[in-house]
């Protein structure tokens, strides 16, 4: 994989926006129009947006088979019977713009054409493809149209068959501000990731449900991104007015291996993409109590059957809400206890306007470490909530790690064979939260925080006892290291003099997830009556036991 930055880097585009700002200022001059010219007129949402013969709207669906099968959907006034793709394995160049003639070039007619009629007063055609007998892990060149009327050509890449690590970016709702605020947070991402293979959208991509402008100006923001990355979308209440969207199902033709109820078709659905399985569920039924029996039933079936180490699911509605006085109570009680039983990795969420990251309350097993499932709640748009200080995590056995407000954000997500690597960063591509799961062959995990001087020091060791006998047994245990971190544990007198670690009493060495697990005997120089803290010294950390008494 491509070698990434580091937690705390700023894009180079951020750090030039400064510079760039100054010259603007030095070198230019604002010029007033002349009196009584009339100011320009705004340009019509209608011819904005109006489709034509030539392809655009063009996205990437996945399949349930991505190693050799991709869905293409696009919008142009093309004639179903003639909507069609081309495809063939990504050459070198394309001179004079056209594959070589010894090309082996396949044609494959649109299987679907969907008119959808608009509040711009006009119908869109959505046309959809699906490319088949591909081969894995290889990079293909493919173009839509209607024979006459081409897109330009674009490459995509298979998925590898079987575990490979990727990347992935993840977006709460975009929403509002989608022609202003939101392009700058798609951009930024793909420059920080353009190597991702997926986006996950966690619903609310638009504002109003079936707006031709909303739609029109989501593809805007995302540009070329959407035709050359696969997305995976849910819908969120906003993709919902007196039903889902009629634009849904023809721009997002998700796999219909969901729980069978009409209503959740390519709402709620599932696929396995190079050792991570996507579970897709849709919050918008929760006040219905036979679509949410549903889904939670396949929920389980889908999780209990997963023959991925790792788990990913996204859904609108949070476990746990940050703003205001949300609340899921359906979501939470039926899901929730289905997440954590079978060990998902990420829960992906959105609706709150704000970012939110937390666990289980119960999962905690440092300052800097818990096992639990990672619960994320974030926002791309420009609308925004404000943080009502996690009461619905605390009041529910959960607790907040990190938040914010008034900040457009995006989320990296870096899967290796036995790590999952996540990133927040804001619009300007700064740093803002981020953390590390650890998972070894066996299903145990840890969830690693970035290391600070506050979470690498203090009292983090646990000891199964803190009055020991002269020369008695104690175990410890601490986490947060890196694999095969070397630890030296020392034996600290409260009365020794500050600065000196103690008495040395032996090596170890981390595991895979960065924990340290030994039961010793207390050296004889710890007399009956004194106290002692033991101390753990190793590159990243210095942490310490509570006070141990010494006993007859």
């Known amino acids: 994989m491509n070698v990434r930055r580091a937690w705390t880097s700023q894009s180079r585009t951020a750090q030039l926006v400064a510079a760039g700002a100054a010259a603007a200022l030095i070198g230019g001059f ?34 349930t088979t991505p190693a050799t099968s991709q869905k293409v959907t696009w919008r142009a006034e093309a004639p179903a019977d003639w909507a069609q793709a081309e495809i063939l394995a990504a050459p070198r160049a394309l001179v004079g713009g056209v594959p070589a003639a010894d ?51 674009i490459d995509f890449t298979t998925a590898a068959d079987g575990f490979d690590p990727f990347s992935f970016v993840y977006y709460g709702d975009a929403q509002n501000n989608l022609d202003s605020a939101v392009p700058r947070v798609f951009r930024q991402a793909f420059a920080d990731r353009p190597e991702a293979k997926l986006v996950v959208n966690a619903g609310d991509l638009i504002d109003n449900a079936n707006s031709e402008e909303q739609w029109g100006q989501w593809h805007r923001a995302d540009g070329f991104i959407n035709q050359q990355v696969a997305s995976i979308s849910i819908p969120g209440n906003h993709e919902y007015s007196g039903g889902l969207s009629t634009f849904w199902r023809p721009q997002f033709p998700y796999p219909d291996n969901g729980p069978g109820n009409e209503e959740l078709k390519q709402t709620a659905y599932y696929l396995d993409y190079q050792g991570v399985r996507f579970i897709g569920l849709d919050t918008n039924h929760q006040s219905n109590a036979t679509l949410m029996a549903a889904q939670t039933a396949w929920l389980e079936q889908v999780l209990e059957s997963n023959p991925n180490k790792w788990t990913v699911v996204t859904f609108h509605h949070p476990v746990y809400s940050t703003t205001g006085t949300r609340n899921n109570p359906n979501v939470r009680s039926q899901w929730g206890p289905l997440l954590e039983r079978y060990g998902v990795d990420l829960v992906l969420q959105g609706h709150d306007h704000s970012y939110g990251r937390g666990n289980v309350a119960t999962a905690r097993e440092s300052a800097a470490v818990h096992n639990g499932v990672v619960y994320v709640v974030s926002v791309s748009g420009g609308k925004m909530y404000t943080l009502n200080g996690g009461v619905n995590w605390t009041g529910n056995g959960a607790e907040v790690v990190s938040s914010s407000q008034n900040t457009q954000l995006y989320q990296m997500i870096d899967v290796e064979s036995d790590s999952i690597r996540f990133e927040a960063r804001y619009a300007n591509g700064e740093h803002h939260d981020g953390f590390l799961i650890r998972k070894n062959a066996a299903g145990e995990r840890t969830v690693n925080e970035i290391r600070t001087p506050e979470n690498t020091t203090g009292e983090q060791v646990t000891v199964d006892r ?27 007198n409260t009365k020794a003099a500050d600065g000196r670690n103690g008495v040395f009493v032996m090596n170890l060495v981390a595991d895979e997830l960065g924990r340290v697990d030994q039961r010793f005997a207390l050296p004889s120089t710890a007399k009956n009556g004194s106290t002692h803290h033991i101390n753990l010294v190793s590159e990243n950390q210095q942490i310490t036991s509570p006070l141990i008494t010494v006993t007859k």
């Open 30 to 63: 604002a010029v007033s129009p002349a009196v009584g010219d009339a100011p320009p007129v705004r340009y019509p949402a209608a011819e904005i947006h109006k489709p034509s013969p030539v392809p655009d709207r063009i996205m990437l669906i996945p399949t």
């Open 103 to 153: 090309a082996t070039v396949s044609r494959v007619m649109a299987s679907r054409s969907t008119p959808v009629n608009t509040t711009l007063g006009y119908a869109s055609t959505y046309h959809e493809v699906e490319f088949t007998g591909l081969t894995p892990n290889t990079r293909y060149t493919y173009r839509v149209g209607d024979g006459t009327n081409w897109s330009e050509w």
């Open 466 to 492: 803190t009055t020991v006998p002269v020369e008695g047994l104690v175990a410890i245990s601490a986490a947060g290291y890196d694999p095969d971190e070397k630890v030296a544990v020392y034996l600290r």
